[in-house]
């Protein structure tokens, strides 16, 4: 089948372009010294997951035990789930994956720790736990400095867990499209973890992984150093956000492809200056803005509902109902999360559908 005769809206992945975003990565990372654990929460994809890892990552990073329990399913091993892990309901997610996969998981609270203690003896499992570092996010993780040390050594005496290590992530300046402000934020960042990590080397607690980072500040991380695992996940699929992004202080192009696109039909031509596409907040997501419009110079989508959106700029176009138009997400974690499979296709040739496994697995 082609892709032009695909039903719309369709979730497409041009598979020469993520495959190429895969080797790129790998290149990037080769012979410094860092591992790769690519985060999951882009794709949510075990299909995506097993060709990062056959390209040399370690494993993957989930954002949500469900999201982890679907990689497992999926047959990954290897699991990092990078939010604390807090209440019952998660406790017994924990336990249940700890027992088919190797996990980690992450805790920034002395309470959490015992409790995840608790679980792991009651079912006679194993996990390792990174103390989360706030660098700078302001989300969750203990403050620079000393605490994270306290934390480290409640995990080293507590049964059932291991300390692995200490992750910092900062996701506010990954999309700083600005080279040099950017360049200073993953600097700042990269300082709060250190200092956090210096208290443990004194205790002589064995630090395990420095972990953060992400398609934003890849580059950055391995030229200013210290991390000593990446967890990029949007370079996969790339977004137009993404692409906005300043790679290099002469301005190079981000080297990662947009490899993900949403395929939209027109519906309706009502006047000349206006189009409407199937594609609204159920189909594109909107928290970064409208999807751009790919090749059609001039034209701007804007969401007109949650099925619709128009297409404006297009005055002198001929686009007629039935006619065919490709969106570049502004954001392509929440679009992905918005369809049950994606298309994959090298050029107009539809070779493979793959199941967003972890869709809606926001538990
Ligand atoms: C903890 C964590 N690590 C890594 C990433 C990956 O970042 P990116 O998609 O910008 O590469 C995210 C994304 O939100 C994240 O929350």
Redesign the pocket.
């Known amino acids: 089948m082609k892709k032009a005769e695909l039903d719309t809206p369709a979730l497409v992945v041009d598979l020469d372009r993520l495959e190429r975003n895969i080797e790129r990565m790998k290149a990037l990372i080769a012979g410094t010294g860092a591992a790769l654990r690519p985060?999951v929460?882009?794709h949510k994809s075990p299909h995506v997951a097993r060709l990062q890892i056959a390209a040399g990552a370690r494993g993957v990073?989930c954002?949500k035990l469900a999201e982890a329990q679907a990689m497992a399913d999926g047959g990954i091993k290897d699991l990092f789930v990078?939010t604390p892990v807090a209440g019952e309901a998660k406790l017994r997610r924990a336990v249940e994956l700890a027992r088919r996969a190797r996990l980690s998981v992450v805790a920034d609270d002395e309470a959490a720790i015992r409790a995840l203690s608790q679980a792991a003896q009651a079912g006679g499992v194993g996990m390792a736990v990174v103390v989360e570092v706030n660098v700078g996010q302001d989300r969750c993780g203990v403050p620079p400095g000393p605490q994270a040390a306290r934390l480290a050594q409640l995990v080293e005496k507590s049964p059932g867990l291991r300390f692995a290590g200490l992750q910092g992530?900062h996701?506010r300046l990954?999309g700083i499209p600005a080279f040099e402000p950017r360049r200073a934020e993953v600097r700042a960042a990269l300082d709060r973890l250190m200092l956090s990590a210096e208290p443990l080397r004194r205790h002589g607690i064995e630090c395990g992984v420095l972990t953060g980072g992400?398609?934003?500040s890849v580059a950055l991380d391995l030229e200013l150093g210290g991390l000593t695992e990446l967890?990029?996940?949007?370079?996969v699929y790339m977004d137009s956000s993404y692409g906005k992004l300043a790679w290099d202080a002469r301005g190079t192009p981000i080297p990662f492809e947009q490899s993900l696109t949403i395929l939209s039909s027109v519906v309706s031509r009502p006047v000349k200056e206006r189009a409407v596409l199937d594609v609204g907040w159920k189909s594109a997501s909107a928290d970064s803005g409208p999807p751009a419009v790919l090749g059609l110079a001039g034209a701007v989508f804007e969401f007109a509902g949650d099925e619709h959106g128009t297409l404006r700029g297009i005055d002198a176009m001929n686009l007629r109902p039935g006619d065919r138009v490709e969106l570049v997400p502004s954001h392509c974690?929440t679009t992905v999360n918005l369809y049950d499979r994606i298309v994959a296709c090298r050029g107009d040739e539809i070779v493979d559908l793959w199941p967003v496994a972890a869709r809606g697995r926001s538990q």
């Not at 967890?231 to 370079?235: C, H, M, R, T």
């Open positions: 985060h929460k882009t990073c954002a990078t992530y996701g990954q992400g398609t934003g967890q990029p996940g949007s370079y974690d």
